[in-house]
């Protein structure tokens, strides 16, 4: 049998670390995926869709993604039920997530400034330095200038 689910949508709010019982990391995020067609009136649609990331994919999403942000999502279906307050029975059906990937731009406050990532090719070349001479009783050698 074949369970597997690609989506590519926009996160509806910002993502929330949470731990099981026994320690393992997860995050539930709801993805805004958008229909490719209009309805009657000519508006475009989305399906919200409930999913679950596990350990380091749902440390790395908390982190790096907030609401809006893109997601590419592949995973599968999984459904299970639960007793809510009142004893009745609520079936959920949601993706649980097994690789994700970040389709957004880092926000702009995570962006590393050009000047500091790279240096740019002028500011490596300087003027070329004659290297120094020591001068010892026995002999003379040349030392290596110390680069700036």
């Known amino acids: 049998m074949i369970n597997q689910v690609i989506l590519v949508g926009r996160l509806t709010r910002d993502p929330e670390l949470r731990h099981t019982s026994d320690g393992r990391a997860y995050t ?5 995926v958008t229909r490719q067609y209009r309805n009657a009136n000519g508006e475009i649609e989305a399906d ?8 380091k994919t749902a440390e790395n999403t908390v982190l790096y993604c907030q609401k809006g942000s893109v997601l590419g999502v592949t995973g599968r279906i999984q459904t299970r039920h639960y007793e809510n307050q009142e004893g009745k029975r609520v079936y959920v059906t949601e993706v649980v997530a097994e690789h994700v990937q970040f389709l957004s731009k880092k926000p702009r406050e995570q962006q590393v400034p050009q000047s ?7 500011s490596l070349e300087q003027e070329p330095v004659e ?3 020591v001068r010892s009783s026995e002999e003379e050698f040349p030392v290596e200038p110390v680069p700036r």
Do not use: E, G, M, Y
């Open 131 to 133: 290297p120094k001479v």
């Open 28 to 32: 539930p995020i709801t993805l805004a």
């Open 48 to 55: 919200f869709v409930q999913c679950i990331l596990w350990r």
């Open 116 to 122: 500091s990532s790279v240096p740019d090719r002028k």
